[in-house]
T-cell receptor
Framework: AQKVTQAQTEISVVEKEDVTLDCVYE???????LFWYKQPPSGELVFLIR??????QNEISGRYSWNFQKSTSSFNFTITASQVVDSAVYFC???????????FGTGTRLQVTL | NAGVTQTPKFRILKIGQSMTLQCAQD?????MYWYRQDPGMGLKLIYY???????DKGEVPNGYNVSRSTTEDFPLRLELAAPSQTSVYFC??????????????FGAGSRLTVL
């Protein structure tokens, strides 16, 4: 059975600290996609990144970076020099089959304070 | 482009009432989805559609119905509302181009309370 785990329920950091959000996706599939979405306090869902299981290169976008390791089933997300605007719930979501249906993890709430 | 538009944004229902959550997208996306998000939880898929006239169940379809008569619209109907259906409902759409997993675009959500 497929399972996505975000073990960190809530993380609090002070602005400018680096923070890593963990995601583990257990599956027997050899080909799959993983997504990260952000849900700020306003409630909407914002797409951050999509990666496929064949690409284990780290991805960097500004202060955001993602590390995907297929051997450990982990797809971790790091925010460098966090800012108050990064405060949100972050969801890891694998694409679990046809029609691009996403299965969402339970999310990690990140609180960045001054 | 408005993207994905959901109405209403808020609604309070009494137990046993029925209602329809509306969802419309203007991006000519072929795939559409309905998710629900319970407090402190991730989103769970209720129903999805890969094109007009085609719908299929997701993880939690009981108590809901959908239809897809046009590419743009994907309404979600709640029959006999129950307190367990108190949730935030998100509609989403994506464009399938056959090259891998699609990026979903979400609406702003509809908060439903059943009392």
């Amino acid at each position: 059975a497929q399972k996505v785990t975000q073990a960190q329920t809530e993380i609090s950091v002070v602005e400018k600290e680096d923070v890593t959000l963990d995601c583990v996706y257990e599956t027997r599939d050899t080909t799959y996609y993983l997504f990260w979405y952000k849900q700020p306090p306003s409630g909407e869902l914002v797409f951050l990144i999509r990666r496929n299981s064949f690409d284990e290169q780290n991805e960097i976008s500004g202060r955001y970076s993602w590390n995907f390791q297929k051997s450990t089933s982990s797809f971790n997300f790091t925010i460098t020099a966090s800012q108050v605007v990064d405060s949100a719930v972050y969801f890891c979501a694998p694409d679990t089959g046809t029609a691009s249906k996403l299965t969402f993890g339970t999310g990690t709430r990140l609180q960045v304070t001054l | 482009n408005a993207g994905v538009t959901q109405t209403p944004k808020f609604r309070i229902l009494k137990i046993g009432q029925s209602m329809t959550l509306q969802c419309a997208q203007d991006m000519n996306h072929n795939y559409m989805y309905w998710y629900r998000q319970d407090p402190g939880m991730g989103l769970k898929l209720i129903y999805y559609s890969v094109g007009a006239g085609i719908t299929d169940k997701g993880e939690v379809p009981n108590g809901y119905n959908v239809s897809r008569s046009t590419t743009e619209d994907f309404p979600l109907r709640l029959e006999l509302a129950a307190p367990s259906q108190t949730s935030v409902y998100f509609c989403a759409s994506s464009l399938n181009q056959g090259s891998g997993a699609n990026v979903l675009t979400f609406g702003a959500g509809s908060r439903l309370t059943v009392l």
